[in-house]
């Protein structure tokens, strides 16, 4: 590994490298060298697109590569675990597209096969080093609304196309692992805690057999966080943080822009006691590089990386807990850490 700059890897040719390549290739320290497919038309179509120089005849030839120090996994969700476990084994970090495994005994098997390895394994929620997230956090922390007392959230998109992974229950397809772990993951993290239960209410496609509309409510002994999320309404997403004294709204908070200011709304009351509200903007920057070179960075320093695989297996702990509760149609305990 060289040691002034991290050489990736592209294994698989999903429509989310459309947003991850190019900004990963440009983020400090970090190379693309090539992606790969187990079609080796679409790795040199993807290869040409993104301007890497190789294009892999296979998963497997992308791994044998000395020169690879990273993977970026963006294949479907069913296949995280097996690509995760192969590429560690094989001497490479991972930075591996959320959900990183189905449930919390995929993700259990992760970090035996990380502390085996002795290499990174990441789960790319690139909201969480997204600076519009460390100044929410920031500023709740600070006092600025008061006391946090409840959140609310949603996110939601419409896709009915029979075709598409998200679609397909066999290959890990539904809204609560492809976006209702959006506002489970960002809640945990402005709150620095973990959910003691939750309650939840979901409703399948008749046709699909996944998960297409959600609501739950997690409970975080005296803070009430609350979220929805469909597969089959109209495109939306926001989150809230409801304090005593104030509010902080997040204007895109998942799909943050690449090319304008992310923006927070604070309402608050002033000393006279007059309410006022006040945009603040972040500066511009694209989540994907933000990402990849935080994790760069903690694998050239060899220091801790930016997000554990334990908070990984935490977020899938409430998961499964949501899960469990739309099943029973009860409050479910969030099994501790």
Partial sequence: MATDEIVWGILGTAKINDKVVVPMHNAPKCRVKGIASRSHEKAREAAARY???????GYEALLADPEIDAVYIPLPNHL???????????????????????????????????????????EAFMVRTHPQWLKVRSLIDAGAIGELRAVTGAFTYHNTNADNIRNKRELGGGGLLDIGCYPITTSRFV??????????????????????????????????????????TYPYQRMQFHGTKGRIEVEIPFNAPTDRPARLLLSEHTSEGAATERWLELPVCDQYGVAAAAFAQAILSASAQPIALEDARANMRVIDAVFRSARSGSWESVQPA
């Fill in 51 to 57: 301007g890497l120089a190789v294009a892999y005849d």
């Fill in 80 to 122: 995280h675990v097996e690509w995760t476990i192969r590429s560690v084994e094989a001497g490479k970090h991972v930075l591996c597209e959320k959900p990183i495994g189905l449930d919390v005994q995929q993700v259990e098997r992760l970090i035996a096969a990380r502390d085996s390895s002795g290499r990174y394994i990441q």
């Fill in 191 to 232: 709150l620095g805690r973990e959910p003691r239960r939750v309650v939840a209410l979901i409703e399948q496609d008749p046709v699909f057999d996944v998960d297409r509309l959600g609501s739950a409510l997690m409970d975080f002994d005296g803070v009430q966080a609350s979220f929805f999320y469909s597969t089959q």
